[in-house]
């Protein structure tokens, strides 16, 4: 049997131990009232660029569900290198002038594309410190690509719709996910160590908290974001609001 082919079967062996001996982090995350002031639009006349494009309404969604939708949960860890799982390019779609889905999660060193699919054009930038970008104006069938080397939270806007904003998390390894609308994760496959698990909201903050994850023991972080406090003179018109879950 040559060398080549028993290197082969070595890598592969070891692909398969370290399969074998990872665990699973997975949570609920709490959110008990709204936290995420909406967009405030001007009428389309004023600012609108091309062709009458309406404005989708937000009134058909569950606030608390967007809520915990929004947040993301990932790990940091200096053990923590590359997945086996292929990198696969997230896409950020301009459609009703609206970033969808306005919060993408990927790791350093993968890309997003900015399909227009309205038909007005569009001028997707960000001033970020993580990533800055302008992509110019393009219009209806035509797309771009950015790539993003390294971690941090990324806004973009756009410059022609001031309503028009979304957020891009670049984790620092593949072991990051968006949180579902019942609140839950999952951070699959990871091997054992000792690593911090953050929990990030746009509103409502960054949380951390210390695991250690052991061989073939999965592992349970919770976060409760906590609420944030009434301006004077608000009216609290969530407190009543359940999660139904």
């Not at 082969?8 to 370290?18: H, K």
């Not at 939708?69 to 779609?93: C, I, K, W």
């Not at 950015?146 to 756009?158: L, M, S, T």
Request: aromatic share 8%; hydrophobic share 40%.
């Amino acid at each position: 049997m040559s060398r080549s082919i028993l290197s082969s079967i070595a890598v592969g062996l070891i692909a398969l131990a370290s399969h074998a001996s990872a665990s699973d982090v997975r949570g609920i995350v709490t959110i008990e009232r709204k936290l995420t002031p909406r967009n405030v639009t001007p009428a389309a006349g004023l600012y609108q660029r091309g062709s009458p494009v309406a404005l989708e309404s937000d009134n058909h969604e569950n606030a608390l569900d967007y809520e915990r939708s929004h947040v993301v949960v990932y790990l940091e860890g200096d053990r923590l290198g590359a997945s086996n799982a292929p990198v696969v390019p997230a896409e950020m779609e301009q459609q009703n002038r609206r970033f969808s889905p306005d919060l993408v999660v990927i790791p350093a060193g993968a890309s997003v594309s900015f399909p227009n699919f309205d038909p007005i054009f569009h001028n997707v930038f960000s001033l970020s410190k993580a990533k800055s970008f302008d992509l110019g104006n393009y219009s209806k069938g035509q797309t771009r690509m950015v790539a993003f080397p390294k971690a941090g939270i990324v806004a973009v806007y756009c410059h022609l719709h001031p309503n028009m904003t979304g957020t891009i998390v670049v984790t620092p390894n593949p072991w990051g996910v968006r949180v579902d609308a019942k609140g839950q994760y999952t951070l699959a496959d990871v091997p054992p160590g000792k690593y911090t698990v953050v929990a990030w909201h746009k509103a409502g903050g960054t949380f951390r908290k210390n695991i250690e994850v052991t061989s073939s023991k999965d592992s349970e972080v919770d976060f409760f974001v906590p609420l944030a406090e009434l301006g004077v003179g608000e009216k609290d018109n969530h407190a009543g609001l359940h999660t139904g879950h």
